[in-house]
């Protein structure tokens, strides 16, 4: 135990002792009938004498704090539980120190989504039905299967499997990648792909490499909330670039692009987050034409691309890049699992490099033990046959989902199906507030996401985000019947 002790105090050593002590006892974090540490081990690793040590446990003895067993040694008494509590959080605001209170209010931390997770409710297996989810459905992860993987490659790959690993990413999972990414019509080399800690911080690193305080990034409007809050917490300016059916409006970016000179344009071309659009083919073209004609980086994050339920699928913007242009990012967590903490950059060039010197500045590698598991998980071609289940699972909840709505939602409210992906964009009809909605719907037990996450300004617009992939389809029957209430009495 790491007790803090000031030799040059007045206050005597094993008073500093009983009183560290008492304060651990009282906050909760010694819990009744824990075992304290044996008082000659204690004085050895403290440095001071064994009858400091004695002391201190007297005066906590005396106090009833603690109890000793003859030959088992001291431990927290039963009855410490009732004392009345210091709980650390209790502290009022003021008396932390400035620094602390000077967080809040910088603007550079979004609340928003905050108050986007109280409304997603508590975890499935409660009366909640939460259509706020931002991933698949957890009863489908392939736990049994990944657990045995996990240990087989523990027994395989021993200590290796706990080091820290390559920086770039596990070898064998790289080639793994560029195999499924070159499957897909998007040439990759091993050497090109950089494993990183989810699409998360593949999008942190290459904002990070790329950009400074104060310069601008394009997005589409609406966008990822989590794209969202990390260009604000790193004081970007964020210009917004609207969407229609197809996408995001290129002569809209192109006049951006003219005459605000935006440092990265962030794009989510296929199944959009939030609205479920897929970027249309001639735009996918354009849209690297003006990166290449602007010298501007494009980065597409293709969190859900393999997720198709229909239709053909569309070239990335990879694809059409001819020059290094385009840095891909893609991610594991949405068709797989997202505790896996597994996404990837696709580039070319000297940004690969720097990318994988941000990346060990960040957190110096993923996780070998995870990568390797991974690795071993997809080539038996579990990968692609957990895919075609996710996908047919998710086409029948998004079915599912929009026969419920048709029939019971009230008139005004709209909605576009969308071909794969995991969400579906909900528009209620102009005015309706949908902070308001959300609310009223976490009263009934539904979560869901109101528009306010996906703007920079955070101002509330007709729109509402549903995931119809995470629940099994009598929840997603329920769930639609307590939204269409919900909005019915909403709309009055
Ligand atoms: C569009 C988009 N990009 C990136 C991410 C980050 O996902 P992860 O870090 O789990 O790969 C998400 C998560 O919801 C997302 O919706």
């Known amino acids: 135990m790491r007790i803090p002790i000031d030799r040059e105090s007045a206050t005597p050593l094993y008073r500093q002792i009983e009183q560290f002590l008492r304060q651990q006892i009282l906050s909760g974090r010694l819990t009744p009938?824990?075992?304290?540490p044996a008082t000659r081990e204690l004085a050895h690793s403290l440095g001071v004498n064994r009858i400091t040590i004695n002391s201190a446990y007297a005066e906590l003895e005396s106090q009833g704090l603690i109890f000793s067993s003859l030959g088992a040694g001291s431990f927290v008494s039963r009855s410490s539980a009732s004392f009345p509590r210091i709980v650390r959080n209790e502290i009022p605001p003021e008396g932390f120190p400035a620094w602390q209170g000077s967080l809040a209010g910088s603007g550079r931390w979004s609340e928003a989504v905050t108050r986007h997770r109280d409304l997603a409710g508590p975890q499935p297996d409660s009366g909640f039905i939460s259509f706020a989810g931002g991933a698949g459905d957890e009863r489908l992860f392939p736990v049994e299967e990944f657990r045995k993987t996990l240990q087989v490659v523990l027994c395989r790959d021993g200590h290796q499997a706990l080091d820290y690993g390559e920086r770039r990413g596990y070898r064998p999972l790289r080639v793994t990648i560029a195999g499924i990414l070159t499957g897909e019509g998007i040439?990759?080399?091993?050497?090109?792909?950089?494993?990183?800690?989810?699409?998360?911080q593949a999008v942190a690193l290459v904002a990070h490499l790329l950009l400074s305080p104060g310069d601008t990034v394009a997005v589409e409007v609406p966008t990822y909330s989590g794209a969202l809050?990390?260009?604000?917490?790193?004081?970007?300016?964020?210009?917004?670039?609207?969407?229609?059916a197809e996408g995001m409006r290129l002569e809209v970016l192109e006049q951006v692009l003219a005459d605000v000179g935006p440092r990265l344009v962030y794009t989510i071309p296929n199944f959009h987050n939030p609205t479920g659009i897929c970027l249309g083919a001639e735009?996918?073209?354009?849209?690297?034409?003006?990166?290449?004609?602007?010298?501007?980086?494009?980065?597409?994050?293709?969190?859900?691309?393999?997720?198709?339920?229909?239709?053909?699928?569309?070239?990335?913007?990879?694809?059409?890049?001819v020059n290094g242009g385009v840095i891909y990012v893609r991610t594991f967590s949405k068709m797989l699992m997202p505790g896996l903490r597994i996404g990837y950059i696709l580039a070319q060039g000297p940004v690969l490099g720097y990318l994988e010197e941000c990346k060990r500045v960040s957190d110096l590698s993923s996780s070998s033990l995870i990568q390797r598991a991974l690795e071993s998980y997809i080539t038996v071609g579990r990968y692609q046959a957990?895919?075609?289940?996710?996908?047919?699972?998710?086409?029948?909840?998004?079915?599912?989902?929009?026969?419920?709505?048709?029939?019971?939602?009230?008139?005004?409210?709209?909605?576009?199906?969308?071909?794969?992906?995991?969400?579906?964009?909900?528009?209620?009809?102009?005015g309706t507030s949908t902070t308001r909605v959300a609310e009223m719907a976490a009263e009934q037990s539904v979560g869901l996401v109101p528009s306010t996450c996906f703007y920079a300004d955070g101002q509330d617009r007709p729109f509402l985000r549903l995931n119809f992939a995470d629940q099994p389809e009598d929840r997603i029957a329920e769930g639609a019947a307590r939204l269409s209430r919900v909005l019915r009495a909403c709309l009055g």
């Open 33 to 36: 009938e824990m075992r304290l």
């Open 187 to 200: 040439p990759a080399h091993p050497d090109q792909v950089l494993v990183t800690s989810g699409s998360q």
């Open 229 to 244: 809050d990390l260009f604000r917490s790193l004081d970007l300016n964020i210009v917004g670039v609207p969407l229609d």
């Open 283 to 321: 735009r996918r073209r354009k849209l690297v034409d003006l990166g290449a004609r602007f010298d501007v980086p494009i980065l597409e994050d293709d969190y859900v691309g393999d997720l198709r339920y229909e239709g053909s699928d569309l070239p990335a913007l990879k694809t059409l890049d």
């Open 386 to 430: 957990h895919l075609r289940r996710a996908c047919s699972a998710y086409r029948r909840r998004r079915d599912r989902l929009m026969e419920e709505l048709s029939a019971q939602i009230p008139h005004g409210v709209r909605w576009r199906a969308p071909a794969g992906g995991l969400f579906l964009w909900l528009e209620p009809p102009p």
